[in-house]
């Protein structure tokens, strides 16, 4: 059974920092591209950042370009989402996500619906 668990989230003030980290189980993801989408309160989710299998090919919604930075580390089966220069705009349920194939050029993974496998989420909230 494939899991995926987020971790990292908390209450920060504006400008700060914090690092999420989604762990995954039950299979490995190391041939997957892995995202990471958020959703606010009362919005529909959006896609954050997205990182191809080897990590050498990354892509960032606008509103966090410059400020966001995903990574992995396959050998620890783990993606990570690091935010510096946090804003209240921020404050979401931040997800990771994996799809049920492994990665191929021909997959938009800006859209959620590329993905099968969900974690539940970590709450970031960024106080003004």
């Known amino acids: 059974q494939v899991q995926l668990v987020e971790s990292g989230g908390g209450l920060v003030q504006a400008g700060g920092s914090l690092r999420l980290s989604c762990t995954a189980s039950?299979?490995?993801?190391?041939?997957?591209?892995m995202g990471w989408f958020r959703q606010a309160s009362g919005k529909e989710r959006e896609f954050v950042a997205h990182?191809?299998?080897?990590?050498?090919?990354?892509n960032y919604a606008d509103s966090v370009k410059g400020r966001f930075t995903i990574f992995r580390d396959n050998a620890k089966n783990t993606v990570y989402l690091r935010m510096n220069n946090l804003k209240p705009e921020d404050t979401a349920v931040y997800y990771c996500?994996?799809?049920?194939?492994?990665?191929?050029?021909?997959?938009?993974?800006?859209?959620?619906?590329?993905?099968?496998?969900w974690g539940q989420g970590t709450q970031v909230t960024v106080s003004s």
């Open positions: 996500a994996a799809p049920g194939t492994a990665s191929t050029g021909r997959v938009d993974y800006t859209d959620d619906r590329a993905y099968d496998y």
């Open positions: 990182i191809s299998w080897t990590g050498y090919l990354t």
């Open positions: 039950g299979r490995t993801f190391s041939s997957y591209t």
